[in-house]
């Protein structure tokens, strides 16, 4: 067979670039919604890293070495979409297994927006096989490319042996004028550039173009010296497309070793659109049929046909991205047998990541707590119990947004170690002072399938609320571990004292709220987070000494993992008043209870650590633990009272806040808002005299 001359080579690539073009103008003309003027902009750096250098098996796109590519510019989907359609990218299910079936179909690209499709308005994990991260929010994306990059290099410490180079993947993160101007992508670039992860890639889309106008509006700093600051290798290429000079960019990053790379691409936004390239109406809106028309005879492409994908792109995919990729992993899994035969444990191990489950007797060096008046916090139990539960499970590593002598988050065992540029192997990770990113990039490690946990105080979660959405939208199983949960921070004020945070986690779909009472509460929320596989958790955690409760006078905290029990008065008897509480507040709700006793009113204490969990008990169970019949009922929590009257119901009582806290000692505070034994009593009586007439 004769060789192809460089002319049809080249016809080939840009009768590729074009079909990504087309298609993405197509889909969002069908739609009458989207952005088609940066995927126009993009598609050939997109092309050229796809077919020329991305080390990725659509047949198998979760091989677990493969590159990643995250479209932090989540807008263009279009451009996303096209690719997977093009590159053959087969679907995976819920249990990581490939089902033969194409990701993306063209009547996929089709349905672009529309109900139940595969092509949603943004790219989203776990909906559609071969997207990498869930992005929208501008700087999420390529804040959790830095996880996956610190990631790779971590398994790589941690697992390759000599010969045995299982993991040397590397990161790429298609980002945009936006990325940069939010403040996490901002602590991300930092983090990464401090961390000097040579495996990440930031193509970056210099248009000068934002919704309102010219980026000359808000926007005009110089990227380059900012990146180089921070110590990132940057480098240009003039025009987006020159395919030449794009390659020498990734090859040039390829080479490097020593920090992460920044390549700035300058493209015209709506390439080929004749009236409305280069503006702000290329952004957003469809170009329109008229318009549409025009760009595609500006490339050459028959005006009136409509997601027109000729065959030898198809062709032109299999020759490049699919044999590339299919090559290389068939190579690694050659290389993962052998390495198995003479590391069986460490391949035991990574067979367990990739399907997030645990090794055997995980928790046995995890202890029970004596009973204890006095007791401990909940933050220090929690490191109690996180140090046990690390040294066996290898693959459990995070860390603070520079709190861990605080929230006690270290993993303080031998070898623990600190992940850093001089040791990829240490668990112990150092976000600094910078939430957002801290969360943004622990979701980028629980994507690379390491189990992570990121800690802060619970007042700061504020600063995470983009990233803890992606988290329970991506159906991730991050620990967020919080302490310092209430108004008892005491004299930090008001600032620092959390209200309206527990209700507002557990308000968010598919996030597990975990707030244990005592020190044993905190043992089996460990025993019930570890398991999971697909929700994250926040797991919230006092400052101060929690009494640990007597399990022989009270029930066993193993009610913990169905999100409330019965913790004190007889389960089998109806109760006159139940008093519900978490965390710090059970034992108040006991002493209250012990004092109604005496009294002889009959009351039921029940911890209720987990809403969420609570929730998806059955109705028989729901209606044991809070019988319906008895109205008379207490909550009480140190946080707002939005979400209790659920289950309070309508003749109940919420002792709760109602305002922000104030700056003074802890039982200052307690007396102040109503968080007091007597308070709790009275509210008993009353309801129960009420109930009672």
Known sequence: MAAR?????????????NTLRTLAMDAVQAANSGHPG???????????????????????????????????????????????????????????????????????????????????????????SGVEATTGPLGTGIATSVGMAMAEQWLAATYNRLGYDLFDYDVYALCGDGDLMEGVGAEAASLAGHQRLGNLCWLYDSNDITI???????????????????????????????????????????????????????????????????????????LGVDEVRAAKASYGWPEDAQFLVPDEVYADFEQGVRARGARLRREWEALFGRYSGEHPDLADQLNRIQKRTLPDGWDELVEEFPADAKGLSGRDASGKVLNAVAQRVPWLLGGSSDLAPSNKSRLTFDGAGDF????????????????????????????????????????????????????????????????????GVGEDGPTHQPVEHLASLRAMPGMIDMRPADANEVVEAWRTIMPIRHEPVALVLSRQPLPTLDRTRYASAAGVAKGAYVLAGDPGATPDVILIATGSEV??????????????????????????LFDQQSQEYREQVIP?????????????????????????????????????????????????????????????????G
Request: no cysteine.
């Open 38 to 128: 940066t995927a126009m902009a993009l598609a050939p750096v997109a092309y050229t890293l796809w077919q020329k250098f991305l080390r990725f098996d659509p047949e198998l796109p979760i091989w677990a070495n493969r590159d990643r590519f995250v479209l932090s510019v989540g807008h263009a989907s279009a451009l996303l979409y096209g690719l997977l359609h093009l590159s053959g990218v087969k679907a995976v299910n819920a249990d990581y297994e490939s089902v033969g079936e194409p990701a993306v179909t063209l009547d996929d690209i089709k349905a672009f927006r529309k109900l139940d499709s595969k092509t949603p308005g943004h790219p989203e994990y776990r909906w559609t």
């Open 420 to 487: 850093g540029p001089d040791d990829r192997a240490g668990r112990n990770l150092h976000f600094g002072v910078r939430e957002h990113a801290a969360a943004a990039v622990t979701n980028g490690l629980a994507l690379s399938k390491v189990r992570a946990y990121q800690a802060g105080f619970l007042i700061f979660s504020d600063f995470q609320r983009g990233a803890l959405r992606l988290s329970a939208l991506m159906e991730l199983p991050v620990i967020h571990l919080y302490t310092h949960d209430s108004i």
């Open 587 to 612: 034992s108040l709700a006991v002493a209250a209870h012990e004092q109604l006793t005496g009294e002889g009113i009959a009351s039921r204490v029940v911890s209720m650590p987990s809403m969420a």
């Open 5 to 17: 001359t460089d002319e049809a080579t080249e016809r080939d690539t840009w009768r590729s670039v």
């Open 212 to 286: 309102e106008g010219s980026t000359e509006l808000a926007f005009t700093e110089d990227v380059a010296t900012r990146f180089t600051g921070l110590g990132w290798a940057v480098e240009h290429v003039a025009d987006a497309n020159d395919l030449g000079a794009l390659e020498r960019a990734l090859e040039a990053f390829r080479a490097r070793t020593d920090r992460p790379t920044l390549i700035i691409v300058r493209t015209v936004i709506g390439f080929g659109a004749p009236n409305k390239q280069g503006t702000a109406s290329a952004h957003g809106e469809p």
């Open 628 to 692: 319906p019949a008895v109205t008379a009922r207490v909550v009480v929590e140190q946080g707002s009272s939005f979400g209790w009257h659920r289950w309070v119901g309508p003749a109940g009582r919420v002792i709760a806040m109602s305002t922000f806290g104030s700056s003074a000692p802890l039982k200052d505070l307690q007396t102040k808002f109503g968080f007091t034994p007597e308070a709790v009593t009275a509210a008993a009586r009353e309801l129960v005299r009420g109930s009672a």
